[in-house]
């Protein structure tokens, strides 16, 4: 069975630049999340969907990130303008249902120079 | 926000000895889970320990829970060089349906 996959798995951008992640989550996963990881944390939440809703975007900064989950499946992530404090791994994740076992992708590392 | 908190933060040991983290926590929980994050990986998911139990075992993995001291232990025996990752305890509090990750030990077998 295929895991949660991520695209790309590297990018580097300069400040004010926009740019897009995607996740394709394992098949048959309603739920799914986006995670930010900085250098030597771990993961905190930015949004959760429950098919194509999002359910819990209260940590997505929403002045310049956006999401989007259509037909409940794929996800993108974008920042626009991006800042260089939003340098990270953006993880990706999808479970059954909301509270089973989250599976990750190997996440987006994100440089803005 | 961070939720857990790993004890030691690092951890050096040698190929066959045991290791031992601990995770404390500050809310109510529904369960408290482990994960290891390898070099350059994604995250994976290793056992899941419900509030009603104490202790839990899969393979080479213990993890016990306390939830009177809201803290919790992972035992990796007999480690190998292969289980060099950082390991990281995530909450699933009450109430708000969303995992909160410590920052994570690191862990460094030597062959």
């Known amino acids: 069975e295929a895991g949660v996959v991520q695209s790309p798995r590297y990018k580097i951008i300069e400040k004010k630049q926009p740019v897009a992640f995607w996740c394709n989550p394992i098949s048959g996963h309603n739920t799914l999340y986006w995670y930010r990881q900085n250098l030597g944390q771990g993961p905190e939440l930015l949004i959760r969907y429950e098919n194509e809703e999002a359910v819990d975007d209260s940590q997505l900064p929403k002045d310049r990130f956006s999401a989007e989950r259509l037909k409940g499946v794929d996800s993108t992530l974008k920042i626009q303008p991006a800042e260089l404090g939003d340098s990270a791994v953006y993880l990706c994740?999808?479970?059954?249902?909301?509270?089973?076992?989250?599976?990750f992708g190997p996440g987006t590392r994100l440089l803005v120079l | 926000s961070q939720q857990g908190e790993e004890d030691p933060q690092a951890l050096s040991i040698q190929e066959g000895e045991n290791a031992t983290m601990n995770c404390s926590y500050k809310?109510?929980?529904?369960?408290l889970q482990w994960y290891r994050q390898n070099s350059g990986r994604g995250l994976v998911h290793l056992i899941l320990?419900?509030?009603?139990?104490r202790e839990k075992h899969s393979g080479r993995l213990r993890v016990t829970l306390d939830t009177s001291k809201k803290s919790s232990s992972l035992l990796i025996t007999a480690s190998r060089a292969a289980d060099t990752a950082s390991y990281f305890c995530a909450t699933d509090d009450y109430g708000n349906n969303r995992l909160a990750f410590g920052k994570g030990n690191q862990v460094v077998v030597i062959p």
């Open positions: 320990i419900r509030s009603n139990e």
């Open positions: 994740a999808s479970s059954l249902n909301t509270r089973e076992t989250q599976y």
């Open positions: 809310t109510s929980i529904n369960n």
